[in-house]
């Protein structure tokens, strides 16, 4: 019985903020909302409002100066920057645990980030100002499977929902890897790596005409609706194989 009763306690959800399944659901909610008034012809002229400023305010200097900043939400960078912290802690952890978070996380952002761009078939803005050279009203609707994969995969933004992901699990593990050396992380850095990055990410690829202003805010829903998900997972008391009892330590709660 108290075995039982301590892997119950191992496998308790952690806690998120704000807590409680409701959040989930209204970031499901509202992503599902936002696609059916895509589906249904609604918001475009929010989304060409925003598209056709940006086209008319941007200078070269600033342009740059975006392009620069939305490499902070390149997805292939951020996985393995999540999976070198890992590595690192597990290591000085003696521990395979940390390793655990990037892996799940490629895994579910795999899963779908991508899917949903081929499922719901969008152009970028650009595509009306280079190949496939559509008109200006052809780049606005989703479901264009007519077209090459390659040129309709702008809903939701893959940039804004990795740089939510993957922001959030440098910070998980950045903090108790400082710890094993014996530094701490302010709580204000903690929530500007988690808050900053994406935000601007959000900014840029809509100032730079990569995405539509609601691609942007869809790939913020999908990425905060994963990013609790991960969040709640204990990874401290996950059952691991017997033949890794030596590398099972925890690190969520380390030291």
């Not at 620069?68 to 939400?73: A, E, K, M, R, S």
């Not at 892996?103 to 499922?119: M, N």
Request: hydrophobic share 50%; proline share 10%.
């Amino acid at each position: 019985m108290r075995e039982t009763t301590e892997v119950r306690d191992k496998l308790r959800l952690r806690p998120v903020r704000p807590a409680g399944w409701w959040f989930d659901g209204l970031l499901l909610a509202a992503l599902v909302g936002l696609t059916v008034a895509l589906a249904t012809g609604h918001l475009f002229g929010l989304d060409r409002a925003v598209a056709d400023w940006s086209d008319t305010h941007r200078p070269t200097v600033a342009e740059w100066a975006a392009r620069i900043l939305n490499l902070l939400g390149q997805g292939t960078p951020l996985t393995l920057l999540a999976a070198g912290l890992g590595v690192s802690l597990a290591v000085r952890l003696h521990s395979v645990r940390p390793v655990l978070p990037p892996v799940v996380a490629f895994v579910l952002t795999y899963l779908t980030i991508g899917p949903l761009k081929v499922w719901t078939a969008r152009p970028a803005p650009s595509a009306s100002a280079k190949e496939p050279f559509l008109s200006p009203e052809r780049t606005l609707p989703l479901f264009q499977h007519e077209l090459p994969v390659r040129f309709a995969q702008s809903y939701p933004s893959g940039h804004v929902a990795n740089a939510i992901v993957w922001y959030g699990l440098l910070a998980l593990l950045l903090a108790p890897l400082l710890r094993t050396f014996g530094r701490t992380v302010p709580p204000p850095l903690v929530t500007a790596i988690r808050v900053v990055p994406p935000l601007v990410v959000l900014c840029t690829t809509c100032y730079l005409g990569w995405h539509w202003l609601t691609d942007s805010v869809a790939g913020l829903l999908l990425g905060l609706l994963l990013d609790r998900l991960l969040h709640r997972v204990p990874w401290d008391g996950l059952p691991l194989p017997e033949r890794l009892r030596n590398w099972d330590r925890p690190f969520t709660s380390y030291p």
